[in-house]
């Protein structure tokens, strides 16, 4: 999983694999996306679902400690 392999509509691509969180979370509420709910993921990780009134729902994906956005994409 990397984040760099998917495009999410709104946003510029991506140019590595990873994110800080906070970067991540900053570039995903100036686009218009809002969190819309999370659930713990495989191997410790966390999921979030984010939302937005245009484009189709984003599930990203966080490392364990939380810190690092490891992928995003659509889901439907």
Partial sequence: MTLDKHQIDGLP??????LPAQEFEDRMT?????????????????????????????ESIYSGDKQTVITAYHVA
């Fill in 30 to 58: 100036a686009a218009g996306y809002f969190t819309a709910g999370s659930a713990p993921a495989q191997g410790g990780r966390l999921k979030i679902w984010w939302a937005h009134s245009e484009y189709q729902r984003v």
């Fill in 13 to 18: 691509e991506f140019s590595s694999k990873t």
